[in-house]
């Protein structure tokens, strides 16, 4: 009885799970003039933050926008940062959270990857490698095999025009 009264309470003293992002992929538009779409999960931390923005060296401009459907019409707008409940995920799939990403250099990736650094209200700057994926491709298993740790260093992204994603 003593022991699995003193498991119960050291089980209280586990450390929260650390804010971090996974399963990041970008699908690519058949156009290269038209821009791409990027999806991960976002895990929240012990405490509630904002997503404020995406930057990555290889691509011009990422935008967060969300789509809906409004009357049995499908809109996007974007969005000027995404709240991350604490030990909560929130999913950027098609159909809903997305990136919009402009002007993705895919002749600069790396193993068919874009590094993405992900800004928070804390402060925090989580880098994430961002599987490519061709026009038409469904997310693939290797986008499961890059979730970050949290390397986070902490050091934002712009909105405008889109096309549909």
């Given at each position: 009885?003593?022991?699995?009264?003193?498991?119960a309470?050291?089980?209280?003293?586990?450390?929260?799970?650390?804010?971090?992002?996974?399963?990041?992929?970008?699908?690519?538009?058949?156009?290269?003039?038209?821009?791409?779409?990027?999806y991960?999960?976002?895990?929240?931390?012990?405490?509630?933050?904002?997503?404020?923005?995406?930057?990555?060296?290889?691509?011009?401009?990422?935008?967060?926008?969300?789509?809906?459907?409004?009357?049995?019409?499908?809109?996007?707008?974007?969005?000027t940062?995404?709240?991350?409940?604490?030990?909560?995920?929130?999913?950027?799939a098609?159909?809903?959270?997305?990136?919009?990403?402009?002007?993705?250099?895919?002749?600069?990736?790396r193993?068919g990857?874009?590094?993405?650094?992900?800004?928070?209200?804390?402060g925090?700057?989580?880098i994430?490698?961002?599987?490519?994926?061709?026009?038409?491709?469904?997310?693939?298993?290797?986008?499961?095999?890059?979730?970050?740790?949290?390397?986070?260093?902490?050091?934002?992204?712009?909105?405008?025009?889109?096309?549909?994603?």
């Amino acid at each position: 009885m003593l022991i699995a009264a003193a498991s119960a309470m050291l089980s209280g003293c586990a450390d929260p799970l650390p804010l971090y992002v996974d399963q990041a992929w970008i699908r690519l538009a058949p156009d290269q003039a038209a821009p791409a779409a990027g999806y991960m999960t976002v895990h929240g931390g012990p405490q509630e933050v904002k997503l404020l923005g995406v930057l990555s060296d290889r691509v011009q401009r990422i935008e967060m926008h969300e789509s809906a459907n409004e009357g049995g019409m499908t809109t996007m707008k974007p969005i000027t940062s995404v709240t991350i409940p604490a030990e909560t995920k929130v999913a950027f799939a098609p159909g809903g959270k997305h990136l919009m990403m402009f002007g993705v250099n895919a002749a600069e990736a790396r193993e068919g990857k874009i590094p993405l650094t992900f800004l928070f209200s804390n402060g925090d700057r989580i880098i994430v490698d961002a599987v490519l994926q061709k026009a038409g491709a469904a997310a693939s298993d290797a986008a499961n095999d890059n979730a970050a740790a949290p390397a986070t260093d902490n050091s934002m992204g712009n909105m405008a025009d889109h096309a549909g994603h």
